[in-house]
């Protein structure tokens, strides 16, 4: 008994435990939970905030434009670009630093603003453009350095090459509604990768150094006097002011300062004398930009004030040693002290600050840079290295070392490196390896010379740890190709196939190829420096392939393609905010060759779009033949994939009319009756775009489903008479289609085609024999349709084919009611002389024809129908016959047809009203008296006991009463000579 209650406690024991277990399992799992949403509601309130620091951001931004645009000079060259502007999508303002470039593109987009309401988003990166610019909405687009500012940004130019096709396609929606104003740097603009871009995005160009927009002397004084006066620009005479291109920054940065002539002549050495007092008097304003310096132009506050960030404590009291101070100031004493060169050297926003203007920032850059080479090579940003610094040349280099692009730099502000600083320059390189930063390493301005090639691979050579690192990453590889970088390229591949032998196993033979090479091997990358490139795009193993597509180098393509694991080929990934696959980027990017490529090497051709389609879809919406080709020379292409709305490749290829991409899918087996979510096949949208050939293609199957309908129960030959299109129906008819099918509404092909008026197709439908007197959910035939729309050919040849025109229609009229109901009498007169008309046939209302002619007044249709010996009396459910109608409808001329026909005029209603008590109901003094002298008697009484002069009477219509008078004393008059 004991054991038995030990045992059972226990198992209580041992359940209660179990339950405190999961009880706390659950409260951890609770705890988690609440932590993520906790967790989650911060990132939104951080999301938000940022939202509202950006908008805030852009209206300080366009007020700062708008307090410079209070002396803004209009010149003769704005007023050519603001109509440049007004009249292309896409316009760019170049020339050399200093000329006003930002300041007529602000001056612009607020006129923009200012005139036509439009909304002013000045923005960055192109993506942006996709991100904020909606259609419909009246925006205008500004964009400083269109591709780099000190020389050309190949990665920008990318990011625009990459999303050409989305932003053209942006553009031509938005129509007027949308215009991208941007402004460029002359050596920049000369560049070929950015001649390339002008041609892809068709940009209009104002070069300001043109002749047609170049300022004359007048118009140079007058920019001047916004800042100056005259004795200023007298004292600088007409050859400085004529020859200076820089003339309207100069001005605006002399405005409130004693003037000084000199500066206009020789403006960096201006800026040299006034950094060299600095440096020996203001040492900590010095200091601040030399950190300014360091940071590329974009020196945030916030750096001051973290005293955790290890970095920029390295780089603070790096500066301090290099500029030789006695006394280490603090770091806020320095951001206070920089601050105060505000309106002079610089600019200081919220968050950060940026030299005054980027010309001031070259002469800054350029005088610092060859003060502090050491600490700006240990610590400066990689952009400012790779853009601003070169070695000097000497003797044992010759012109053809040195690569420098189309123009190399403007005004020559490079900092030139002698044979002392060159190891600290390679150091630097190295160290960016090590870090897996290889832009610097492949995109500097000197890694395309055999001398920088040769020193970094020598280097490499004698550091196997950093070799490894070089030659283990597939980014290495793939941006010393696109560096054209070629001795680097050839030393790197060298060195992975040295590196993939070793690793090779004894019993693998060793083929050398650059598959082996490759296979298994991992992409890595930390490189912040690669700008426009999404974080989503650096993470990814596929972004080598990609960044090699948006380069179009199908060399690199081909060794990527052949690297086994390496490359995911069909891997999904974000770039520039649009989600795709390297097959979708390369057809979007238009290269025909490498999408073959990525075709040939298995990519995934059924990967959806974010409307639910294949590129199939795309590929034959577009009508690229050749393109199709390609996709179904893929086995795994599945031609019968729908998109969201249910659409086959074939559906979009027959609404666009792409009639060889239609013979190719139907030669590929494709479904050709598979319909959308209205139900419509492609034969419907071939029908309805009117296209007889691709029409005739799909009938030429063996399997196309001509009589298929609908979700309305449309067949093709339905749509097709919508169209009036001969050829087409009689394509359909010859190939055996149901005439006599009726949609939703209950109408026929004859139906559709009767109310439109299309005669042939009437005719064609009749001759096949189609049912005539079919009607639709409204009791309709097609001949009473035909009347409705006024189809006189029509009804003709309807009547020739003996029509019933006695079928009544959902309200019990026949033909010759709604041909009264149309005032047409030539149409009444067809359906009379047919002989099979039955005149007197009453509707629902007892309303005959006679009394929906005289309803409408259509006096001609009463005579005709009269002359037919109609019944003129006939009731209708409210007693009213057709002169009670007449004149209740105030038609005088058909009262007195009647009248004069003989129809009787004391006619009662059904309330014992004659007619004349609707005159004089209604006022209508015209018809009481007509009424009166034609003998009616007006000593009627209705079912109130009133008489018609007691109705007008009550309803004040004075001159009927007094009418009334007279007859009565007419009357009696009358009687009186009577008696004589």
């Known amino acids: 008994m004991s054991s038995d209650l030990d045992s059972s406690y226990r198992e209580v024991y041992v359940s209660f435990a179990q339950q405190e277990r999961r009880l706390e399992k659950v409260e951890e799992e609770y705890n988690k939970v609440d932590k993520e949403l906790q967790s989650a509601k911060e990132t939104i309130c951080q999301l938000e905030e940022s939202k509202d620091n950006s908008k805030e951001n852009l209206l300080l931004e366009v007020a700062a434009w708008e307090q410079d645009n209070e002396k803004f000079f209009a010149t003769s060259a704005v007023k050519t670009i603001l109509e440049r502007v007004e009249q292309t999508s896409f316009v760019v303002i170049s020339g050399s630093g200093g000329m006003g470039k930002s300041a007529i593109a602000y001056h612009i987009a607020l006129s923009f603003r200012n005139m036509m309401g439009y909304e002013i988003l000045p923005i960055n990166e192109p993506s942006d453009i996709l991100k904020f610019c909606k259609t419909g909405r009246k925006q205008i687009v500004i964009i400083d350095d269109l591709c780099g500012k000190f020389a050309i940004d190949t990665r920008i130019v990318g990011s625009w090459m990459r999303l050409k096709n989305s932003i053209t396609r942006l553009v031509k929606l938005a129509k007027e509604s949308l215009r991208i104003v941007a402004t460029c740097r002359l050596h920049v603009s000369k560049c070929k990768q950015f001649q390339k871009l002008m041609q892809a995005f068709e940009i209009t160009e104002c070069d300001l150094l043109s002749d047609e927009l170049a300022l004359d002397l007048d118009e140079k004084r007058g920019i001047g006097l916004c800042h100056l006066n005259d004795n200023c620009l007298d004292s600088l005479g007409e050859n400085v002011i004529s020859q200076t291109d820089m003339f309207p920054l100069l001005c605006k940065l002399s405005a409130g300062k004693t003037f000084d002539p000199d500066f206009f002549e020789k403006p960096y050495q201006f800026f040299e004398t006034e950094l060299d007092g600095m440096a020996l008097e203001n040492k900590v304003c010095f200091f601040g930009l030399a950190l300014l310096v360091l940071f590329n132009n974009n020196l945030k506050k916030n750096l001051f004030d973290d005293r955790c960030n290890k970095m920029f404590n390295e780089i603070f009291d790096e500066v301090f040693e290099e500029l030789e101070m006695s006394d280490k100031p603090s770091k806020l004493f320095v951001l206070r002290s920089l601050e105060t060169l505000n309106g002079t050297f610089i600019k ?58 189309d123009e190399f730099t403007e005004d020559g502000f490079v900092i030139m490196l002698d044979k002392d600083h060159e190891e600290l320059y390679f150091q630097r390189i190295i160290q960016e390896i090590g870090n897996l930063r290889f832009r610097i390493v492949f995109a500097n301005k000197i890694a395309k010379t055999t001398y920088y090639q040769g020193k970094l691979i020598d280097l490499l050579s004698k550091q196997d740890d950093i070799l490894s690192i070089i030659t283990g990453n597939v980014w290495a590889l793939v941006l010393s190709a696109f560096g054209d970088c070629e001795m680097l390229s050839s030393f790197i591949l060298e060195e992975r196939l040295k590196k993939k032998k070793c690793e090779q196993t004894s019993d693998t033979k060793a083929e050398g190829t650059l598959s082996n090479v490759l296979f298994n091997t991992q992409i890595h990358i930390d490189d912040d420096d690669l700008g426009d490139i999404h974080n989503e795009f650096l993470s990814s193993s596929n972004s080598p392939l990609l960044l090699a597509i948006a380069e179009k180098r199908e060399d690199i393509i081909q060794l990527l393609l052949e690297s086994g694991n390496a490359i995911n080929i069909n891997e999904t990934i974000l770039i520039d905010g649009i989600e795709g696959t390297a097959l979708q980027f390369s057809y979007f990017s238009e290269e025909f060759i490498i999408t073959k490529m990525l075709i040939d090497y298995k990519a995934d051709v059924n990967v959806q779009l974010p409307d639910g389609g294949t590129l199939l879809h795309v590929v034959c919406e577009e009508g690229n033949v050749d393109y199709l080709e390609v996709f179904l020379s893929s086995e795994e292409c599945d031609v019968n994939r729908v998109n969201d709305l249910e659409e086959t490749p074939l559906f979009l290829a027959c609404r666009s009319g792409n009639t060889e991409c239609v013979e190719l899918l139907v030669a590929s087996q494709c479904d050709i009756n598979s319909s959308n979510v209205e139900g419509k096949s492609p034969l419907h949208i071939a029908c309805s775009e009117e296209n007889a050939d691709i029409v005739g293609i799909l009938l030429n199957t063996d399997y196309c489903k001509i009589d298929h309908c609908d979700n309305d129960n449309n067949t093709a030959l339905m749509i097709s008479c919508e169209r009036c299109n001969m050829e087409i129906e009689q394509l359909l008819i010859l190939h055996g289609c149901n005439l006599n099918t009726a949609n939703v509404h209950g109408r026929t092909a004859l139906h559709i085609a009767s109310t439109i008026g299309s005669t042939e197709i009437v005719q064609l439908l009749i001759s096949n024999e189609c049912e005539i007197n079919l009607c639709d959910n409204d009791n309709q035939t097609p001949l009473n349709l035909a009347i409705e729309n006024y189809q006189k050919t029509c009804i003709e040849l309807l009547l020739s084919y003996s029509c019933d025109v006695n079928i009544c229609t959902i309200d019990g009229q026949t033909s010759l009611h709604i041909a009264c109901k149309t005032g047409q009498v030539d149409i009444v007169e067809f359906i009379l002389n047919s002989n099979r008309c039955d005149v007197d046939k009453s509707d629902d209302n007892q309303d005959s024809p006679l009394a929906i002619a005289c309803a409408h007044g259509s006096k001609d249709i009463v005579e005709r129908l009269i002359t037919q010996k109609c019944k003129i009396d006939t009731v209708n459910i409210f007693g009213l016959s057709p002169l009670h109608i007449a004149v209740r409808s105030d038609y005088i001329e058909i009262v007195q047809t009647l009248i004069e026909s003989g129809c009787d005029i004391n006619l009662c209603s059904a309330n014992k009203q004659t007619p004349l008590f609707c005159a004089c109901e209604m006022g209508i003094c015209s018809a009481v008296q007509l009424l009166l002298n034609k003998g009616c008697d007006a000593t009627i009484c209705d079912s109130d006991g009133l008489t018609p002069l007691d109705i007008a009477n009550a309803k004040g219509f004075l001159d009927i009463v007094s009418y009334f008078s007279e007859k009565d004393k007419s009357s009696e008059i009358d009687i009186i000579y009577s008696k004589i």
């Not at 003060?371 to 280099?397: C, V, W």
């Open 348 to 405: 200081v926003n919220e968050s950060s600050v940026s030299a005054i203007h980027d010309k001031v920032f070259d002469f800054i850059a350029f005088f610092i840079g060859k003060m502090l080479l050491k600490t700006i090579l240990k610590y400066g940003n990689s952009n400012f290295i790779s853009e601003r610094m070169s070695f000097e040349f000497s003797d044992e280099f010759t012109e053809d070392d040195f690569f420098w692009g």
